[in-house]
């Protein structure tokens, strides 16, 4: 029996998820902190905190997926990342490529759909094969889609996309004039992806970290206490409740 059959064994529900909630979120973006801490909390190598995060992920996946959620994003490895140890990234991107391996195999029936967001040629080349493979595998998949940001980092997708409408006016494709909100999020990592709804962050840290500045604009936070590894799908469904409490007004009048 594969880790993801175990995980969907042990979440194994008898009453429709869904059911439990007035409103889900569509989107749900999360930074996933602390696996570091929760090992050395115990004596362990940071290694051992990175594994149980992927199987923290891996709940979560499955939980998402049965409440209804359309679209997760997940902050996996920043730009920021490299500055880690060469052996701590080194591991990450064995786990990384590991994790992608197993997933649509694992996820067989879930309908999962995988997409890698980020600067993916800085990526080894192993976990780019890997990447190509599984957005390919899952890409006919209508369920949950979930995002994957690696190598990613809010400031650089800006630049990245200030860039790409420089070579539209420069090429003549685009006039200054007609550059608006929406060609700009067209020209973004997310192009297609709806904004997030609900960004949870745990280790009760409260910062954004580089991740998703311009999709965040108007999103409902949320901050978990608990170290990733800890996180499960009864945190999820703590946020989701006090998401439905939020009134969210985008600029407007209280309703």
Request: charged share 30%.
């Amino acid at each position: 029996m594969g880790i993801w059959d175990s995980v969907a064994r042990l979440l194994g529900r008898k009453k429709d998820v869904k059911q439990e909630f007035a409103s889900i979120p569509k989107h749900i973006a999360i930074i996933p902190d602390g696996n570091g801490r929760w090992a050395k909390k115990r004596g362990l190598p940071r290694n051992v905190g990175h594994r149980e995060g992927s199987m923290a992920l891996k709940k979560v996946v499955i939980y998402c997926s049965e409440a209804g959620v359309k679209y997760l994003t997940v902050y996996a490895f920043s730009t920021e990342n490299w500055k880690r140890p060469k052996s701590e990234v080194d591991a990450l991107m064995s786990l990384l490529v590991e994790f992608l391996r197993n997933a649509e195999k694992e996820l067989d029936g879930s309908n999962v759909k995988i997409k890698v967001i980020g600067d993916v040629k800085g990526l080894p080349e192993e976990l780019q094969k890997e990447i190509i493979r599984v957005e390919k595998l899952t890409g006919i998949n209508n369920g949950l889609n979930l995002n994957i940001c690696l190598n990613y980092g809010g400031r650089l997708e800006l630049l990245h996309a200030v860039k790409e409408i420089a070579v539209k006016v420069k090429s003549g494709n685009l006039k200054i004039d007609e550059i608006d909100e929406k060609q700009f999020e067209s020209c973004l990592y997310t192009a297609g992806i709806p904004e997030p709804d609900l960004l949870i962050r745990t280790s009760g840290e409260q910062r954004i970290s580089n991740f998703l500045l311009w999709q965040c604009a108007y999103t409902e936070f949320w901050f978990i206490n608990e170290l990733w590894p800890d996180v499960n799908g009864s945190h999820i469904a703590e946020a989701i409740r006090a998401y439905e409490k939020r009134n969210r007004r985008f600029g407007g009048l209280e309703q």
